[in-house]
T-cell receptor
Framework: TQLLEQSPQFLSIQEGENLTVYCNSSSVFSSLQWYRQEPGEGPVLLVTVVTGGEVKKLKRLTFQFGDARKDSSLHITAAQPGDTGLYLCAGAGSTLGRLYFGRGTQLTVWP | NAGVTQTPKFRILKIGQSMTLQCTQDMNHNYMYWYRQDPGMGLKLIYYSVGAGITDKGEVPNGYNVSRSTTEDFPLRLELAAPSQTSVYFC?????????????FGSGTRLTVV
């Protein structure tokens, strides 16, 4: 059973388009994080959201934590080929010493 | 500042062989983790440690062992390798509770068991 469900699993778009990736759960998380992974490398932390309803912006990326702290979304405006990668959401639950990961969304942005 | 260093980068093992995946970090992080990543399956926790001398099982510990004798090193031992252990293995560390600080990952070890 996957604690965090990500959708879509694959996303292929043209440069300049907007997109949203979703991360959903039936569990409440104390925080939720987004990572990006490029081929042959480990995931890199993009953002941590902690408060229900919180919105954080990182240049063209906007991250939102659901009011009930069970879900999150990542929105990319005007996607660029450099945004290509595997996007992973991760939640911190009752066992605070570890994170639970979703299966990831593979994003490909074509020039 | 090297961060989290994993060796080797690639390895091919025969069924039944054993090996140790090395992981070292130079950030004085207390928390360290071993994950495996299979295509379309996300990251599954194998073992983790909250400090030197303390280790605990994750979701998929069978066939693996770990030790944490120093803050810096967290090796993962595979005994009697099986094809099901073919995967990409990532070591990660966190300064304190990852809920607040997140993970720093190494660049991975790609293991094939034939």
């Amino acid at each position: 059973t996957q604690l965090l469900e990500q959708s879509p699993q694959f996303l292929s778009i043209q440069e300049g388009e907007n997109l949203t990736v979703y991360c959903n759960s039936s569990s409440v998380f104390s925080s939720l994080q987004w990572y990006r992974q490029e081929p042959g490398e480990g995931p890199v932390l993009l953002v941590t959201v902690v408060t229900g309803g919180e919105v954080k912006k990182l240049k063209r990326l906007t991250f939102q934590f659901g009011d009930a702290r069970k879900d999150s979304s990542l929105h990319i405006t005007a996607a660029q080929p450099g945004d290509t990668g595997l996007y992973l959401c991760a939640g911190a639950g009752s066992t605070l010493g570890r994170l639970y990961f979703g299966r990831g969304t593979q994003l490909t942005v074509w020039p | 500042n090297a961060g989290v260093t994993q060796t080797p980068k690639f390895r091919i093992l025969k069924i039944g062989q054993s090996m140790t995946l090395q992981c070292t970090q130079d950030m004085n992080h207390n928390y360290m983790y071993w994950y495996r990543q299979d295509p379309g399956m996300g990251l599954k926790l194998i073992y983790y440690s909250v400090g030197a001398g303390i280790t605990d099982k994750g979701e998929v510990p069978n066939g693996y062992n770990v030790s944490r004798s120093t803050t810096e090193d967290f090796p993962l031992r595979l005994e009697l390798a099986a094809p099901s252990q073919t995967s990409v293995y990532f070591c990660a560390s966190s300064y304190r509770l990852p809920a607040n600080y997140g993970y720093t990952f190494g660049s991975g070890t790609r293991l094939t068991v034939v």
